[in-house]
């Protein structure tokens, strides 16, 4: 039997979408990917594996997903981009710090940005914070553009991170920094976030804002980042815009999607969003190494 033609992400000649029928059609969809994203290297022990990148881009080949995708290669931001939320120095010490350099720097210097176990200094840093950012803010640019109805960008979704500082294996907010494009064509974004961790960056980022509302369902209690409380509101013009849904550990498909579904259709039925961005953090997958969910 001859082999099959292998699938390659990059084809031109990929077979025209087919309707499934006439009240059903297909999405445009936009797949952000860069064959550079999955080779930078937090460190041996470092739960954190851009490597996985490379996996799953292989299993959407793999299923000939990119026959009915828009495959795009992920750009590098510019310094300015990124500094459309992240403070100037923050930026500037991303951009030019590396491992040996660090190694001249006082401490009081690291510790400001936050740099430490959780967020180690590794060969490549800037490289890999303008890829995986990249694709979210190209992407949202895209949308506003109404080139694409969806886009995906797996390497992003770092929504720990704050604009002076890292936190939580992130260095930029790719998240916040797609939302503020969004907000140049679309008066009202919603974010979720199904992360097993709250989403505290992205919320603080719009905490005070009536045209960003933020979901985020989270392990809640003596978990990684300890914020995301029930009460947890928002404040000011944003105040009843950000909403918590802390979870206990364990919890299993049947309650999660009903307690999703509800939320999520009020949700929309009320805020009414134009755009929404959804972060689809793995960890909350059932066996995950730091998860405690237990959701296939």
């Known amino acids: 039997m001859a082999s099959e033609r292998p699938i ?18 297909k999405r445009n969809v936009a797949y952000y990917y860069h064959p550079d994203v999955g080779h930078f ?28 995708m828009t495959v795009v290669q992920s750009p590098k931001l510019e310094a300015s981009d990124i500094a459309a939320f992240h403070s100037q120095d923050y930026v500037n010490f991303l951009q030019t710090v590396t ?15 936050n740099i430490g176990e ?6 490549g840093l800037w490289d890999y914070c303008t890829l995986y950012s990249g694709g ?43 939302i503020l494009e969004l907000l140049k064509y679309h008066k009202r974004v919603l974010y979720i976030d199904i992360d097993i961790h709250h989403g505290d960056g ?35 013009p944003g105040k009843y815009f950000a909403i918590n ?19 999520i259709s009020s949700v929309e039925e009320n805020f009414n969003p134009e755009a929404i961005v959804l972060q689809c953090g793995s960890d909350s997958l059932c066996e995950d190494r730091l998860g405690q969910f237990a959701l296939s």
Not at 11 to 23: F, L, T
Request: some cysteine; glycine content about 8%.
């Open 8 to 25: 390659s992400l990059y084809d031109s000649d990929d077979e025209d979408i087919v309707y499934d029928g006439d009240d059903v059609r």
């Open 41 to 68: 290297h937090y460190g041996q022990l470092h739960p954190m594996k851009p490597q996985r990148l490379v996996v799953c881009n292989d299993l959407v080949a793999s299923y000939e997903m990119p026959r009915y």
């Open 99 to 113: 491992p040996k350099l660090a190694t001249t720097m006082q401490d009081d210097v690291l510790r400001k940005f």
């Open 118 to 123: 959780d967020c180690p200094l590794f060969a």
């Open 136 to 178: 979210s803010v190209e992407g949202a640019r895209r949308l506003n553009h109404k080139m694409n109805d969806i886009v995906i960008n797996w390497p992003g979704g770092l929504h720990h991170a704050k604009k002076s500082e890292a936190s939580g294996f992130c260095y930029v907010n790719d998240i916040v920094l797609g």
């Open 202 to 236: 992205v919320q603080e980022a719009f905490n005070n804002s009536d045209r960003v509302m933020t979901v985020s369902f989270h392990r809640f209690g003596q978990y990684f980042p300890g914020s995301g409380s029930i009460m947890d509101k928002g404040v000011g």
């Open 245 to 263: 849904l802390p979870l206990m550990a364990a919890i299993r498909d049947e309650p999660y999607y009903k307690l999703f579904e509800s939320v």
